[in-house]
């Protein structure tokens, strides 16, 4: 089974605070995810030098990048972009994506022609019903689920990694194993499930959203137990503390360090708190902290 290099750095990087391949593009998106801590921040729109310069940096550190934040695919300048990357030789060169830009076929080929090497696509759902509901944008489903189509023909003429991120929430954690096996019927085989953090002091609303970390764990060991055999998995934003011995390996709990995560007295004895920043405040407002354990 092929695994591709961005995930492979990701699980084994061990850099310093503050560096990061992740560089955050997008200032606009056409998607209004109930779960974006980015939707009501304010993003300025960087330029094309800005960026350029912010993608030299990350080349003398790093060799692959990702282009993310909010939806860098509707930038119009993101294939010139996509190039100077290219031109500086990295290995790998990946955008994280609502995937609806790429239901455009000439979309697609103009970005894999130019660079792309890896496409991560966001999903929350298995049918229009639950991912339009998180999206809240009527027809974004349909849309998505044709950009990971067209991405796949183009992954089967080339050496292309499609990587699936499946976000996890109160409204469809219990959904989870026919998520997974929707999408890996598709032909996916690396995929990224995470959780929803909150962002935000406003416990009633968070609870509407956020699912127990406790909660969603068995649902999560069912996916690896039942289909482990057929894709790579990942579990993002899950501190291996929340899980049984047997499957804490698969956590990821950081995507990057996170100077709001706090840590438990627990995290000093945790084999694994090189590459965890512990948890989110916002979180324990909601739930506490009996449910993390050694």
């Known amino acids: 089974m092929k695994t591709n290099n961005l995930i492979i750095a990701r699980e084994n990087y061990q850099g310093p605070v503050g560096t990061s391949p992740f560089l955050y593009a997008g200032d606009v998106c056409n998607n209004r995810c109930i779960y974006c801590f980015e939707m009501d921040l304010k993003f300025y729109d960087k330029g094309t030098e800005s960026l350029k310069q912010e993608i030299a940096a990350i080349r003398k550190k790093f060799d692959f990048i990702n282009f993310m934040g909010q939806e860098p695919t509707l930038r119009k300048d993101i294939i010139d972009l996509i190039k100077y990357a290219k031109n500086l030789k990295f290995k790998q060169i990946g955008i ?14 103009k970005i894999v022609a130019n660079g792309l090497t890896q496409a991560v696509i966001t999903v929350a759902g298995h049918n229009a019903k639950l991912h339009d509901a998180h999206t809240a944008t009527r027809g974004s489903f349909d849309q998505t689920l044709q950009g990971i189509k067209n991405f796949i023909l183009w992954q089967k003429k080339q050496e292309l990694s499609l990587v699936l991120n499946v976000m996890v929430t109160k409204l469809n954690y219990q959904e989870l194993v026919k998520i997974i096996k929707f999408y890996l019927d598709l032909g996916i085989r690396e995929i990224n499930i995470g959780h929803i953090l909150p962002f935000n002091k406003n416990i009633v609303s968070s609870r509407k959203i956020i699912a127990k970390m406790s909660e969603v764990v068995p649902y999560l060991i069912r996916v690896q137990d039942e289909f482990g055999a057929l894709a790579k998995f990942l579990f993002v934003e899950y501190p291996s503390c929340v899980f049984p011995k047997k499957y804490r390996h ?4 950081c995507l990057e360090e996170s100077p709001q995560k706090t840590r438990l007295d627990l995290c000093e004895r945790c084999e694994f708190k090189i590459r965890c920043s512990g948890i989110h405040p916002y979180y324990i407002n909601l739930y506490g902290t009996k449910e993390f354990k050694l």
């Open 96 to 109: 994280t994506t609502n995937g609806r830009m790429l239901a455009y076929p000439d979309f697609v080929r």
């Open 250 to 253: 698969l956590s990821f709990p």
